[in-house]
T-cell receptor, first 114, second 112 residues
Framework: DVKVTQSSRYLVKRTGEKVFLECVQDMDHENMFWYRQDPGLGLRLIYFSYDVKMKEKGDIPEGYSVSREKKERFSLILESASTNQTSMYLC?????????????FGPGTRLTVT | EDQVTQSPEALRLQEGESSSLNCSYTVSGLRGLFWYRQDPGKGPEFLFTLYSAGEEKEKERLKATLTKKESFLHITAPKPEDSATYLCAVQVSGAGSYQLTFGKGTKLSVIP
């Protein structure tokens, strides 16, 4: 079974703080993703990575950065947290098997910025 | 612009009352269509991937089908434990990446 873990389930931070969210997968997948999920807006892609040290912006990268120093680990960084970044953050890892593609998600981190 | 629309937004069913959820899409080229189940406060759980029109996949009480414009998730004789939000997502071909575009989901409630 694919396992994707995220460092925290719940996190409360203050405005202006630097925030690190970490995601680890145990299946040697090359592609990993960070989404945020908000009521009425659904899941939106922030950043993704297709290999170590490689990254691409998603639909809403502003205010975020990412780091992928090792294949199994993909970090999302909020450089200076703001209240509008209060959200559920979801990490995903992609399994590719022949012609099939499946994204597997972690349990999520609910971040509150006060 | 690629779009994914799910309907209805919410659905209440009596236990045993079969129904279908709809996912319509407008994309330049479909590489795959994905269905997920999400329980409150948790990450989405992968259910199915469909790749071509006419394809069908089944898992317990769930059956997913795909046409050139939409996908249906059929729920046969649902039970209360099937209550969840069901998400549909598409992956566009030729994009050079594997990113998904999600619909906003259908919240299913199954009443005992």
């Amino acid at each position: 079974d694919v396992k994707v873990t995220q460092s925290s389930r719940y996190l409360v931070k203050r405005t202006g703080e630097k925030v690190f969210l970490e995601c680890v997968q145990d299946m040697d997948h090359e592609n990993m993703f960070w989404y945020r999920q908000d009521p009425g807006l659904g899941l939106r892609l922030i950043y993704f990575s297709y290999d170590v040290k490689m990254k691409e912006k998603g639909d809403i990268p502003e205010g975020y950065s990412v780091s992928r120093e090792k294949k199994e680990r993909f970090s999302l960084i909020l450089e200076s947290a703001s209240t509008n970044q209060t959200s559920m953050y979801l990490c995903a890892s992609l399994r590719i098997g022949g012609s099939s593609y499946e994204q597997y998600f972690g349990p999520g981190t609910r971040l509150t910025v006060t | 612009e690629d779009q994914v629309t799910q309907s209805p937004e919410a659905l209440r069913l009596q236990e045993g009352e079969s129904s279908s959820l709809n996912c319509s899409y407008t994309v330049s080229g479909l590489r795959g269509l994905f269905w997920y189940r999400q329980d409150p406060g948790k990450g989405p759980e992968f259910l199915f991937t469909l790749y071509s029109a006419g394809e069908e996949k089944e898992k317990e009480r769930l059956k997913a089908t795909l046409t050139k414009k939409e996908s249906f998730l059929h729920i046969t004789a649902p039970k209360p434990e099937d209550s969840a939000t069901y998400l549909c997502a598409v992956q566009v071909s030729g994009a050079g990446s594997y990113q998904l575009t999600f619909g906003k989901g259908t919240k299913l409630s199954v009443i005992p």
